[in-house]
């Protein structure tokens, strides 16, 4: 957001509008995200907008969703095969930053294995962040594990992976969000020292967050095997999409086209 931040301060020198449009999430507001000044900043949803607004009085945002899981530009089945009957679950890496120090790196690659070892029957997807590779040295233990499957973003689209699950696994990563739009509903295993996920998937109803490593292995394994505990995150995850991502109807490669007609200069 940094560079963002450069881009618009010369753009406004240069009298050319900008748009900023959302890309991703961070658990918390941070200081990137704060006294933004575009001349409209693009969020997901309605929510976004809310979380941000209080630390960007002078911002003008628009609601336009995420182009990125508009169904009607990407209606596809998923490329990634099911190694089982039962629900998938998407591990989404990240990677050791001040917010997240190694200990909870590691700590969630625990779980993992947990899970690989636990539920034999259920195929465990695990996606490293595009930016940050992992080190294969970290999955030795996979080569043991058929129902792991390693689904690198060089090779599939997070569309697809996506699409491929049942259940979403992270520390801090956007996907958890980004999951619940395309009806998932997420664990936050927030490991970390940082506070509670913002915005709090498990106030919404469309997820839960737990702190400990057995919390985590007994609700992922729950979802697993209980149907109805399955179900019951349902009703949230649509009041979630609606605010969050607008809903998800479709619209929102038109809205971003229509943002830059609105801001010529």
Request: with cysteine; proline share 8%.
């Amino acid at each position: 957001m940094s560079t963002d931040a450069l881009v618009a301060i010369a753009a406004a020198e240069l009298g050319i509008p900008s748009v900023c449009l959302q890309q991703g999430w961070a658990s918390v507001v941070h200081v990137g995200l704060r006294h933004m000044q575009f001349d409209r900043m693009a969020v997901w949803g309605n929510g976004f907008a809310k979380l941000l607004e209080p630390y960007n009085l002078a911002q003008q945002f628009a609601v336009t969703g995420n182009p990125a899981l508009d169904p009607r530009l990407s209606p596809h089945e998923s490329p990634i095969p099911r190694l089982g009957t039962g629900r998938q679950v998407l591990f989404s890496l990240q990677t050791v930053t001040p917010m997240i120090p190694a200990a909870a790196m590691s700590s969630f690659i625990d779980l993992i294995a947990r899970i690989a070892t636990d539920c034999p029957g259920t195929t465990l997807l695990v996606r490293e962040h595009p930016g940050h590779p992992i080190s294969r040295g970290a999955f030795e233990w996979s080569l043991d594990a058929p129902n792991l499957m390693l689904v690198p973003p060089e090779k599939y689209a997070l569309r697809d992976v996506l699409e491929a699950s049942d259940i979403v696994v992270a520390i801090t990563s956007t996907t958890l969000l980004e999951g619940i739009a395309l009806g998932k509903p997420a664990v936050v295993y927030n490991c970390t020292p940082l506070p509670r996920y913002s915005p709090d998937v498990e106030l919404w109803g469309a997820g839960a967050e737990v702190r400990e490593i057995e919390t985590a292995v007994t609700l992922v394994q729950r979802l697993l095997k209980d149907d109805a505990f399955y179900r019951s995150f349902e009703p949230g995850i649509v009041r979630f999409r609606d605010e969050f991502f607008h809903g998800l109807d479709g619209e929102a490669a038109k809205r971003v086209a229509r943002l830059f007609d609105d801001v010529k200069p």
